[in-house]
């Protein structure tokens, strides 16, 4: 059985006919994907041992705001992304949220509730969404059968854990400054992978949830996207962010003081028409 959020959201058709055809038919309007289906959003191999129309997995749809899971709420199922954006966060005693993840499309939610059969972590959309659902007791019966299958889900959780690891490090060793270039890149290689333009895509999450994330504040956040809009790394619309200098963003380490920022009067022609990535090189 479903959890008590999932349930009361429900896709336009909610209950799956028996016969092939109909199945078919629900799954073409994208309510229902396959085995293949599932790997492919997962970019995973299929397991060759399953045959397409074996199993199908239910989508359900979210509104913006809407909770997928709650902390404490009973585990029971995973979930993949197929379209929109979330966060996962953690809430203390007093309500206060820390960010952990800003999960969009292939990624897979839910992970944290296999170990003590609980969600410890809270799941909201962002966006509307679709989303697949995988109950874990499916995913391990057919695990047992298909160990080819069992072997690549566990790399699909491998690679959450790599990506949450890389953050942490991350936050460890770099400048505020840092850590917002690095946000911005990864986001940028993000909207790559799903085939949106890496270079103008639009923030889904507030600055003040990307300070949670990135163990920053709501100032320190909105100053440095002015600071990298001022020095011509990004521009800044708003939530649009244009994307300018790709490479000085990865490699950047601190900003420049701002009073060094603005053009000196005694600038050569070379400073002038230098990239931003050649000037923060020379600082």
């Not at 060759?48 to 709420?73: D, M, Y």
């Not at 959309?125 to 072997?151: Q, V």
Request: proline residues 4%.
């Amino acid at each position: 059985m479903l959890s008590t959020q999932t349930s009361e959201i429900r896709p336009a058709t909610t209950t799956l006919q028996s016969s092939s055809m109909e199945a078919g038919r629900q799954r073409q309007g994208r309510l229902w994907s396959n085995l293949k289906e599932v790997c492919d959003l997962l970019h995973i191999p299929a397991a060759s041992s399953i045959a397409n129309e074996e199993l199908l997995f239910q989508h359900v749809q979210f509104k913006t705001g809407q909770r997928i899971h709650t902390i404490g709420q009973p585990f029971d199922t995973l979930y993949i992304v197929n379209s929109g954006f979330l966060k996962t966060v953690l809430i203390d005693e007093y309500g206060n949220e820390q960010v952990l993840s800003f999960p969009m499309k292939s990624d897979m939610l839910g992970v944290d509730g296999i170990h003590t059969r609980h969600y410890s972590s809270e799941a909201v959309a962002l966006s509307d969404c679709d989303l697949i659902l995988l109950p874990f007791k499916k995913l391990t019966a057919l695990g047992r059968i298909h160990l080819e299958l069992e072997n690549m889900m566990y790399g699909v959780m491998s690679r959450e854990l790599v990506r949450e690891q890389a953050m942490i490090g991350m936050l460890g060793a770099l400048s505020a400054e840092a850590r917002v270039a690095r946000f911005l890149v990864a986001l940028s290689d993000r909207f790559a992978q799903m085939g949106y333009s890496s270079k103008l895509f639009n923030l889904r999450m507030t600055r003040h949830e990307i300070g949670s994330y990135l163990g920053l504040t709501l100032e320190t956040v909105s100053r440095t996207l002015s600071a990298f809009n001022e020095i011509g790394l990004i521009s800044v619309d708003q939530r649009t962010i244009g994307i300018k200098d790709v490479e000085a963003l990865k490699t950047l380490r601190r900003l420049p003081p701002s009073r060094t920022r603005g053009k000196p009067a005694g600038r050569t022609k070379a400073s002038e028409t230098a990239p931003p990535s050649q000037l923060l090189a020379a600082l």
